[in-house]
């Protein structure tokens, strides 16, 4: 293990942020920390992978990715079961993996987390093979995330109203999910297989995950009326989305989640295809993340209001140039 190298993986297209400057802000920020940083800009799918693995097998100390959580997932599936830490600058539309892990949606106080130099061996799950350290599913978000996967414009927004669109006329699939020695057939609205607490934007589908238990969090959520099915939607903006009626969850090691045919998934909220058979698993504590050793425990609409107002504060020092 190289004791002081550190590859810093930027992608450039992730979110709505220009990342001119970034790298030499990371490297003058880290200067303090021992971190030899060496920049590297992503240009096409997968780079970020190639990139952290030639990393890894170089026995480098740590990887941070700017990015999204597509970029997190690409890099950190390089570092799965390595001694190779990852650092997280959220750059991305949603960063679900670093609000999590509380790590703040600002490039200068996520670099704080990363020179408190406080690594946690976390969990990431798999479904046939393929990781996912945040969230995998089927059904109404997978369709939705293959919809903003093509809009032309990424952030909240337009998030928002691809969800909307995609509302209007999904329909619930039947699914027969077997786990801890059940088997449950239901008919869903979308299920999610969560390592991690949030989809991303500060929507909770989980809220009691955690990435160091050894488990995966399964949400399941039944179609209702339009009304009911939308009163999910507040549910998961104020973390009380496990005690909607609509709402199944429960806690497994491993899963199987049967379909009729292949069709749309996510993993991380990127989109892709799976066949009828979906094996889950959880590997507990084969990832080293930096995370914030000030991390606060969820609470019901406190944490979401929290996180929302930090933001706030950030865009508007982003806004008037004052620093945060």
Same mark, same amino acid.
């Given at each position: 293990m190289d004791s002081n190298k550190c590859l810093l993986i930027i992608n450039p297209i992730s979110g709505t942020t220009n990342k001119?400057?970034?790298?030499?802000?990371?490297?003058?920020?880290?200067?303090?920390?021992?971190?030899?940083?060496?920049?590297?800009?992503?240009?096409?799918?997968?780079? =970020?992978t190639r990139?952290?693995?030639? /990393?890894?097998?170089?026995?480098?100390? $740590?990887?941070?990715?700017?990015?999204? &959580?597509? #970029?997190?997932?690409?890099?950190?599936?390089?570092l799965c079961g390595s001694d190779t830490t990852l650092g997280i600058i959220p750059c991305g539309s949603g960063n679900g993996l670093a609000r999590h892990l509380d790590i703040p949606v600002d490039i200068d106080a996520a670099l704080d987390i990363i020179a408190a130099n406080h690594p946690v061996a976390c969990d990431y799950g798999t479904v046939n093979g393929q990781p996912f350290f945040c969230t995998f599913g089927v059904g109404f978000d997978a369709a939705v995330s293959y919809k903003f996967s093509r809009q032309k414009h990424r952030g909240l927004l337009t998030y928002l109203h691809s969800t909307f669109r995609e509302f209007i006329n999904y329909n619930a699939d039947e699914y027969v999910i077997s786990a801890n020695g059940h088997v449950l057939t239901e008919k869903a609205f979308l299920?999610?297989?969560?390592? =991690?607490?949030?989809?991303?934007?500060? /929507?909770?589908?989980?809220?009691?995950? $955690?990435?160091?238990?050894?488990?995966? &969090?399964? #949400?399941?959520?039944?179609?209702?009326?339009?009304?009911?099915?939308?009163?999910?939607?507040?549910?998961?903006?104020?973390?009380?989305?496990?005690?909607?009626?609509?709402?199944?969850?429960?806690?497994?090691?491993?899963?199987?989640?049967?379909?009729?045919?292949?069709?749309?998934?996510?993993?991380?909220?990127?989109?892709?295809?799976?066949?009828?058979?979906?094996?889950?698993?959880?590997?507990?504590?084969?990832?080293?993340?930096?995370?914030?050793?000030?991390?606060?425990?969820?609470?019901?609409?406190?944490t979401p209001v929290y996180s929302m107002m930090r933001e706030i504060r950030l865009a508007a020092a982003r806004v008037f140039g004052k620093k945060k």
């Open positions: 001119r400057g970034l790298d030499k802000k990371v490297v003058d920020r880290l200067a303090d920390s021992g971190l030899d940083i060496q920049p590297a800009w992503t240009t096409a799918h997968g780079d =970020a990139l952290a693995r030639k /990393a890894v097998a170089d026995g480098w100390h $740590s990887v941070i990715a700017a990015g999204g &959580d597509g #970029t997190v997932n690409e890099t950190a599936k390089a299920v999610a297989v969560c390592n =991690a607490s949030q989809y991303g934007n500060n /929507a909770y589908i989980a809220p009691h995950a $955690s990435m160091t238990d050894g488990l995966l &969090d399964i #949400t399941i959520v039944h179609q209702g009326n339009p009304l009911t099915t939308a009163l999910v939607g507040v549910d998961l903006m104020t973390g009380y989305i496990d005690r909607n009626t609509l709402i199944h969850t429960f806690r497994t090691s491993s899963a199987t989640i049967q379909r009729a045919g292949s069709g749309p998934a996510h993993l991380d909220g990127e989109p892709v295809t799976l066949g009828e058979n979906m094996e889950v698993e959880c590997h507990p504590g084969r990832l080293n993340i930096y995370t914030n050793p000030n991390e606060r425990p969820f609470r019901p609409i406190i």
